[in-house]
């Protein structure tokens, strides 16, 4: 998978549209308990991503594989990025592209 968007969520989840259109929910919360996470519990911290493409990664150095996020996120039905394409949500952070 190739990661066109994502919009990391104050609640530590992360709206994940892929270049093939597909949309789904990641949860990063089971990570924050891992050290590389950590500083991720700051929600300041959280918002800071980097769409690599086939990666993400937060200023603090953790990162997540495309194929990570693909095989747990939770797909989305299409019209649902029509719905919150800039979810209010997210309002304050940027869209990684």
Known sequence: MRIQEVYPT???TLLVIAEDGRIGLF???P???DEAFADLKDRAAFMQICNGTYFIEWDCGADLSADTIEARWQLQPAA???Q?????WAAGSAAAR
């Open 10 to 12: 104050t609640d530590h």
């Open 27 to 29: 949860d990063v919360t």
């Open 31 to 33: 990570y924050l308990h």
């Open 80 to 82: 649902y990025a029509e």
């Open 84 to 88: 919150c394409l800039i979810p209010e």
